[in-house]
Nanobody, 123 residues
Framework: QVQLVESGGGLVQAGGSLRLSCVAS????????MGWFRQAPGQEREFVAA????????YYVGSMKGRFTISRDNAKNTVYLQMNSLKPENTAVYYC????????????????WGQGTQVTVSS
């Protein structure tokens, strides 16, 4: 069993940056691919980014690529999402997710989910 706890959300002005963190419990973190999703008010949860268990492979939704960077530190059981040049439309609850298979994460069917952290971008 893996438990995920996100942090780093908050209120930021448009053009600003935030770094989200997700700390995983358990000794199997390095066996799992990890990802980030977001859900804006009234919208479905959508995929943002994913990273393989080794950190070598990363995937992004097209609109985030170049502005968002996913990374991980297996020694700290932590995955990060660096978000730059934030826009008001990036306002959402951001969720961390984990699964043995990165494909499963990209499909939105990850096994493990965090509780989410709110990101609000003001104009």
């Amino acid at each position: 069993q893996v438990q995920l706890v996100e942090s780093g959300g908050g209120l930021v002005q448009a053009g600003g940056s935030l770094r989200l963190s997700c700390v995983a419990s358990g000794r199997t973190f390095s066996n799992n691919a990890m990802g980030w999703f977001r859900q804006a008010p009234g919208q479905e949860r959508e995929f943002v980014a994913a990273i393989s268990n080794s950190g070598v492979d990363t995937y992004y939704v097209g609109s985030m690529k170049g502005r968002f960077t996913i990374s991980r530190d297996n020694a700290k059981n932590t995955v990060y999402l660096q978000m730059n040049s934030l826009k008001p439309e990036n306002t959402a609850v951001y969720y961390c997710a984990g699964d043995y298979f990165i494909t499963t994460i990209r499909l939105g069917a990850a096994t493990y989910w965090g509780q989410g952290t709110q990101v609000t971008v003001s104009s």
